[in-house]
C-alpha cells in the first residue's frame, strides 16, 4: 500500500512539474466557415481584413472574387460584422502575369482606393490566383504596387 502511495505522488510530482504554464485567451479572428466550393474574400472585422470564405453553393464562380468582394459583405457576413471599403461596382478587366507576380486591372481609378480596400483587393486577388505574393493594382491610368497581402496566406 505505502509502494503504491509513493509511486502515486512521484507521478502526481512528474506531471505537475512538465513545465507548461497556463495562458490567458489568445484572440483571434473567426475560422472560415462553409463548404470547401466557396470563393476566399477579405473584409474587415474591426477595421482589419480577415479572411472569409463565402460558399458558392452550386452557383458558378464569378469571373472574378473581386466581383463578389465589390458587391459587399452577403446577409451572413453582414451578421457577423463584416464590413468593407471597396467601393460597389468595381470590376476586374484585366488580369496579367508579371516579373514580380500579377498585375490587376480595374475599373476605377486605384489611387482613390482607401488603404484598407486596397488591402482587401490585395489579399482577395492573391488567395484567388493561387498565393502569388505580389499584386500590382492599375486602373484609372495610375497604378500602386506591386503590394503584398499584410496577411499570411
Do not use: H
Not at 34 to 46: D, E, H, K, Q
Not at 48 to 76: K, W
Not at 91 to 97: A, C, R
Request: contains cysteine; glycine residues 14%.
Amino acid at each position: 500500500m505505502r509502494k503504491t502511495w509513493l509511486v502515486l505522488l512521484l507521478m502526481v510530482s512528474a506531471v505537475a512539474g512538465c513545465g507548461v504554464r497556463p495562458s490567458g485567451v489568445i484572440p483571434g479572428a473567426p475560422a472560415p466557415v462553409g463548404p470547401a466550393n466557396g470563393a476566399v474574400l477579405y473584409f474587415l472585422s474591426g477595421g482589419q481584413p480577415v479572411r472569409v470564405l463565402r460558399p458558392l453553393a452550386g452557383e458558378l464562380a464569378p469571373a472574378s472574387p473581386i466581383d463578389l468582394l465589390a458587391a459587399g459583405p452577403d446577409e451572413s457576413e453582414r451578421e457577423r460584422r463584416y464590413t468593407s471599403e471597396v467601393p460597389p461596382g468595381i470590376t476586374v478587366l484585366d488580369q496579367i502575369p508579371a516579373p514580380n507576380g500579377v498585375t490587376v486591372t480595374l475599373s476605377v481609378a486605384v489611387t482613390g482606393l482607401s488603404a484598407r480596400a486596397v488591402d482587401q483587393i490585395v489579399c482577395t486577388a492573391r488567395d484567388s490566383l493561387g498565393g502569388s505574393a505580389q499584386i500590382t493594382l492599375r486602373g484609372g491610368g495610375s497604378v500602386r504596387g506591386p503590394l503584398s497581402c499584410p496577411l499570411p496566406g
